[in-house]
T-cell receptor
Framework: AQRVTQPEKLLSVFKGAPVELKCNYS??????LFWYVQYSRQRLQLLLR??SRESIKGFTADLNKGETSFHLKKPFAQEEDSAMYYC??????????FGSGTRLQVQP | DTAVSQTPKYLVTQMGNDKSIKCEQN?????MYWYKQDSKKFLKIMFS???????INETVPNRFSPKSPDKAHLNLHINSLELGDSAVYFC????????????FGPGTRLTVT
């Protein structure tokens, strides 16, 4: 079955530590992949997409087709990065299939 | 303000009632969606409309009926509400031209008692 997996429900790190939020997908073809973020009391918003290959707020994500992964990374976490992060492939239906989400807690 | 808006923001109602949630976007997008986020923060697609035409209808009970009067609006009507319908419902939209980036509304927290 086609699915996306975020194995960690909660990731807690200290400020300044590196962060990696894992995402693995099992879709045939080449889905377009996104990371969305939901800060406390805010709406879900796009963080970055693999096609643009950009860095947003210090975050990057590399698509590894061999491992079917799209992990989100940041070298030095900040307290304001604390939020729910969702990996979301679009499998061509023009709708996103979200992972279960990872809550990132950055402690001072 | 250009955005995706939803009303109401909070909705508390009793089992068996019928309720509607409204969504509007003024971004000029042609596709709109409804997602359900449960208490464990799982976010699942329910429906999607493109130019007022239903294109995605996941396995959602028939008690849920979306209605799109025009491209800018997608409402969700729920009949005979059940306890398990308690969740946060998010509306979203995406632009034409093949971009699948989605813009989300603030969510409607539905509590069924």
């Amino acid at each position: 079955a086609q699915r996306v997996t975020q194995p960690e429900k909660l990731l807690s790190v200290f400020k300044g530590a590196p962060v990696e939020l894992k995402c693995n997908y099992s879709y045939s073809g080449s889905p377009e992949l996104f990371w969305y973020v939901q800060y406390s009391r805010q709406r879900l918003q796009l963080l970055l997409r693999h096609i643009s290959r950009e860095s947003i707020k210090g975050f990057t994500a590399d698509l590894n087709k061999g491992e079917t992964s799209f992990h989100l990374k940041k070298p030095f976490a900040q307290e304001e990065d604390s939020a729910m992060y969702y990996c979301a492939p679009d499998t061509g239906r023009r709708a996103l299939t979200f992972g279960s989400g990872t809550r990132l807690q950055v402690q001072p | 303000d250009t955005a995706v808006s939803q009303t109401p923001k909070y909705l508390v109602t009793q089992m068996g009632n019928d309720k509607s949630i409204k969504c509007e976007q003024n971004l000029g997008h042609d596709t709109m969606y409804w997602y359900k986020q449960d208490s464990k923060k799982f976010l699942k697609i329910m429906f999607s409309y493109n130019n007022k035409e239903l294109i995605i209808n996941e396995t959602v009970p028939n008690r849920f009926s979306p209605k799109s009067p025009d491209k800018a609006h997608l409402n969700l009507h729920i009949n005979s509400l059940e306890l398990g319908d308690s969740a946060v419902y998010f509306c979203a939209s995406s632009p034409p031209g093949g971009s699948y980036e989605q813009y989300f509304g603030p969510g409607t927290r539905l509590t069924v008692t």
